[in-house]
C-alpha cells in the first residue's frame, strides 16, 4: 500500500489540532478518482478551518484545504484517466471529505475539471477557489450588461486573493477598476496590476444611504456588510453588483432603493457547489483572460509545510495577492 503525508486535523478544545501524519493509500475516503496531489493553496476559507475561527470542518478527523491540482492516477470516472492533470475547487473537499493538503487524495470525479493547458499546476493553485471566485464575479457582471463602456467597476479587498486576481482579469478585459482596500501601502501593487484608482475601504465600511452619488457601473465584494450596503446604493442605474464574501459580516443593512429606483442588480456568488458547466467556464475563460505574468507578480510559493502558519496571517489580511503550496 502505497504511503503518503498530510495535515491531519483533529478536534480539539480549543480548536484544531494540527499534525503532518504518514497515512496508507487505503485510509482515503470513498471516491472514483485517485490524484496524485502537487499543489495546493490557502484561501481564507482554508484559513478559518485551520485556524478554528469558523466551524468549517464538519466531520474529523479531516485533511484540510479546498482546493488541489494533480495527476491522476487511477480512475473508474468515464471522463478521466491516469495521466490526466485535474484541478478540484470546493465541493466538500477539506470540510466533510479528506482535501488537498496531502500527497494524494480520493474524491468524486464530477468534482474535478481537467487543467487548462495554458496553466502549471502551480498556476492553478495560485489561482485556487479565490481566482476561480474572481472569474465568476465577472462571468456576473457580464451576463448582467456591465461592460468596460459602461463605467468603472469597484473591486473590495482588492490587495487579497478574490480581489487581485479581479483586478488583473478586469484590467485585461478593458475595465476601468477602481480598488478599494484598508492597506494604502499596497496602492503601488495595485496600480501594478492596472488598477486606475485605489480608495480607502474606510470610506464604504460605515453605515450606507439608501442612495448615494453614483460612482460605479459594477462592483464586486468579498466584504458584505456595510461595504456591500454602499457598493449597491453607489451603482449607477442598471448596473450590478457581484457579492462573494463576508470578511466585513454576513448582515447586510441596505434599502430596497438601489433596486426599484435604479435597477441595480445583486448577482449572488457561489463557488462551492456551482455546477460543472460554470466551472469549466471559468477556468476556460481564466485561461484566455488572466496575464499569466500579473498571476506571477501576485504569487507565492511555500511549501505545504507553512499552511498552518500562514492562516493567521490570511485571516489578518497581512497576505498580498495569493498564495500556493507546493507538496513534497
Not at 477557489?129 to 473591486?155: D, H, I, K, Q
Not at 486573493?161 to 496602492?187: D, F, H, N
Not at 450590478?240 to 426599484?260: E, K, Y
Not at 507578480?297 to 497576505?319: R, S, Y
Amino acid at each position: 500500500m502505497q504511503r503518503f503525508g498530510a495535515w491531519v486535523a483533529q478536534r480539539g478544545e480549543s480548536g484544531p489540532q494540527l499534525a503532518w501524519t504518514e497515512l496508507g493509500e487505503g485510509e482515503l475516503m470513498d471516491g472514483n478518482v485517485t490524484i496524485r496531489v502537487s499543489h495546493s493553496t490557502i484561501n481564507y476559507k482554508d484559513a478559518l478551518a485551520l485556524t478554528g475561527k469558523a466551524p468549517i470542518i464538519r466531520r474529523w478527523p479531516m485533511i484540510p484545504g479546498i482546493d488541489l491540482a494533480g495527476t491522476v492516477t487511477a480512475s473508474t470516472h468515464p471522463d478521466f484517466k491516469t495521466g490526466d492533470e485535474v484541478v478540484l475547487n470546493g465541493w466538500e473537499a477539506g470540510v466533510s471529505h479528506y482535501g488537498g493538503y496531502a500527497q494524494m487524495a480520493r474524491v468524486n470525479g464530477d468534482w474535478l475539471v481537467k487543467k487548462p493547458a495554458g496553466f502549471s499546476a502551480a498556476e492553478a493553485m495560485a489561482i485556487g477557489t479565490a481566482g476561480y471566485t474572481a472569474m465568476l464575479c465577472v462571468l456576473a457582471l457580464e451576463r448582467n450588461g456591465v461592460r468596460p463602456a459602461s463605467g468603472p467597476v469597484v473591486v473590495t479587498g482588492a490587495a487579497g486573493g478574490v480581489g487581485s486576481v479581479a483586478v488583473a482579469v478586469l484590467v485585461k478585459l478593458g475595465y476601468q477598476v477602481i480598488a478599494s482596500t484598508g492597506r494604502r501601502s499596497e496602492a503601488g501593487y495595485l496600480k501594478g496590476l492596472g488598477a486606475a484608482e485605489v480608495i480607502d475601504r474606510a470610506e464604504l465600511a460605515g453605515p450606507a444611504k439608501p442612495l448615494g452619488k453614483e460612482r460605479w457601473a459594477g462592483g464586486i465584494d468579498v466584504a458584505g456588510s456595510h461595504t456591500l450596503a454602499n457598493l449597491l446604493s453607489m451603482t449607477r442605474y442598471g448596473g450590478a453588483v457581484a457579492a462573494c464574501g463576508l470578511a466585513q459580516g454576513m448582515d447586510l443593512a441596505t434599502s430596497v432603493a438601489p433596486f426599484i429606483l435604479r435597477g441595480v442588480t445583486l448577482a449572488g456568488i457561489d463557488s462551492v457547489m456551482a455546477p460543472k458547466a460554470a466551472r469549466i467556464e471559468a477556468w476556460d475563460r481564466l485561461a484566455r483572460d488572466l496575464d499569466r505574468g500579473k498571476l506571477k507578480a501576485m504569487t507565492e510559493v511555500h511549501p505545504i509545510a507553512d499552511a498552518v502558519a500562514l492562516a493567521p496571517e490570511v485571516l489578518a489580511g497581512k497576505v498580498r495577492g495569493r498564495i500556493a503550496l507546493a507538496l513534497p
